[in-house]
């Protein structure tokens, strides 16, 4: 299936049909085991398996792959439902981010059969048999669906993602024509999720200095507002090597992205502003 845009869950993968082992030169520490099978609900009719990723840092053992079979006529539709079913009928210990259940506080991403994805806006129906749930890859895990992202806001924090002005405040709001405002369009609603950021093979390899698609998108957000006068220091704190040169076009962000936003397409813009404002 090609994809045509970052609303499109894939449904087949090359790497379906040519697996690459689970462990496949990992170390022996990080290598998934096959961990408990936990007995379906007595009495149930419809079922749906979920293998779901599992590690405690602060219990001896390897990562482990435990086995749920989920109610489904006792649960919700969506991937989200089916972990909070598990927590309450069946694993307390389970652990993972949610917050506002309707795809706009990004706290539920996950990895979900191979993509990237919010659990609350995922179907159960478009899950495979058993369903395979893991956290984001590419972040030191603190327990179970739930990676530290402490380092991503760090690099959020370093583009300063707030208006910066140099004329005095207006007596009422800084006005933007219709025109003006459309140009944030794309960029505003990305509520960071880091959906993009963690299938970005740049970031996989560089990710101390390359701030990634998510930090770069919404440094263009401003970069684009109307209203921020600060252009010229936002450019000169992203022109490196590494900050915003690393990005290589691979489009995994974009394909990736739950909110159908184009972050390839905001970087390639700031690379553009630097360009034109050196002619």
């Not at 009495?43 to 779901?52: I, W």
């Not at 990004?106 to 749930?133: E, H, K, V």
Request: with cysteine; net charge neutral.
């Amino acid at each position: 299936m090609i994809i045509e845009s970052s609303d499109q869950v894939p449904r087949t993968t090359l790497l379906k049909r040519f697996p690459v082992p689970r462990n496949f030169n990992v170390a022996p520490e990080s290598r998934i085991e096959r961990g408990r099978t936990w007995p379906a609900p007595v009495g149930a009719t419809r079922l749906k398996a979920f293998d779901v990723y599992r590690y405690d840092p602060d219990a001896d053992g390897n990562p482990r792959l435990d086995t749920f079979e989920v109610n489904l006529d006792d649960c919700g539709p969506m991937v989200l439902d089916a972990l909070i079913w598990i927590k309450t009928k069946v694993d307390p210990t389970l652990a993972f981010r949610r917050s506002c259940r309707e795809g706009v506080c990004g706290s539920c991403s996950m990895n979900m059969d191979g993509t990237n994805w919010l659990a609350c806006t995922r179907f159960i129906s478009d899950m495979g048999t058993p369903a395979t749930i893991y956290p984001l890859a590419n972040m030191r895990i603190i327990k179970d669906l739930v990676p530290d992202t402490t380092h991503l806001f760090a690099q959020y924090e370093m583009i300063e993602p707030w208006l910066q002005v140099k004329t005095p405040d207006p007596e009422r709001e800084r006005l933007q024509s219709p025109e003006e405002r459309t140009k944030v369009d794309g960029y505003y609603e990305c509520i960071l999720c880091f959906c993009c950021t963690s299938g970005c093979p740049s970031h996989w390899w560089n990710g101390d200095r390359f701030l990634g698609p998510a930090v770069l998108l919404q440094a263009f957000r401003w970069l684009a507002d109307s209203r921020d006068e600060a252009t010229g220091e936002r450019l000169d704190g992203l022109e490196d090597p590494f900050r915003l040169y690393r990005c290589h076009t691979i489009l995994n962000c974009t394909r990736t992205c739950p909110k159908g936003l184009n972050p390839g397409k905001a970087i390639a813009e700031i690379k553009k502003m630097i360009i034109e404002r050196q002619i």
